[in-house]
């Protein structure tokens, strides 16, 4: 049973235009959720994150967007650079989780010059 | 700036055979974790700690998986015996999460394990 899903498996956009990767869950006790940016060969890299008591968290070229009602939430990247080409995952935790991170299974961004 | 450290970076090992990986979390940091990721997919939770004590390996395959972290600090996870599906990248990662707070996990490189 995936309970958070990132239905993408890969993007291809334009250097400087708006990267929008989506993500999606089912545990509605989930109360936080975080982005992670991974290289090949490397671990994955913290990006930014939000509680569900907001809706929106916004960190320089970075904003998360939560919708708790659809249990949707997306990362906008503006704009692209080609420098964020890497695999995007989206993370969840809170409730019954005993504070671990349910992963999806990653999208993978391609900015092309 | 703190980082997880995590050795070694490769593991090439034979079927059958004993691996173990090693993990010093960013200093201060409660919550260690480790995870495995397969190729084309999401990190999954192999076992969490907090402090020493396990609070959840309930995906640790306890008949060849053991992990330990016996002061509280850094940790190790044993394979053995090791099988052909083993072959992933293993994740440390650490928090200064404790009980119910929400904090953002840190991850170290990974050990990419290859098992032939």
């Not at chain 1, 809706?55 to 659809?70: I, P, Y």
């Not at chain 2, 450290?5 to 993990?23: L, M």
Request: hydrophobic share 35%; glycine share 8%; proline share 5%.
């Amino acid at each position: 049973d995936q309970q958070v899903k990132q239905n993408s498996p890969s993007l291809s956009v334009q250097e400087g235009r708006i990267s929008i990767l989506n993500c999606d869950y089912t545990n509605s006790m989930f109360d936080y959720f975080l982005w992670y940016k991974k290289y090949p060969a490397e671990g994955p890299t913290f990006l930014i994150s939000i509680s569900s008591i907001k809706d929106k968290n916004e960190d320089g070229r970075f904003t998360v967007f939560l919708n708790k009602s659809a249990k949707h939430l997306s990362l906008h990247i503006v704009p692209s650079q080609p420098g964020d080409s890497a695999v995007y995952f989206c993370a969840a935790s809170g409730g019954n989780q005993g504070g671990k991170l349910i992963f999806g299974q990653g999208t993978e961004l391609s900015v092309k010059p | 700036e703190a980082e997880v450290a995590q050795s070694p970076r490769y593991k090439i090992t034979e079927k059958s055979q004993a691996v173990a990986f090693w993990c010093d979390p960013i200093s201060g940091h409660a919550t260690l974790y480790w995870y495995r990721q397969i190729l084309g997919q999401g990190p999954e939770l192999l076992v969490q700690f907090q402090d020493e004590s396990v609070v959840d390996d309930s995906q640790l395959p306890k008949d060849r998986f053991s992990a330990e972290r016996l002061k509280g600090v850094d940790s190790t996870l044993k394979i053995q015996p090791a099988e052909l599906g083993d072959s992933a990248m293993y994740l440390c990662a650490s928090s200064l999460r404790r009980r119910s707070s929400n904090t953002e996990a840190f991850f170290g490189q990974g050990t990419r394990l290859t098992v032939v």
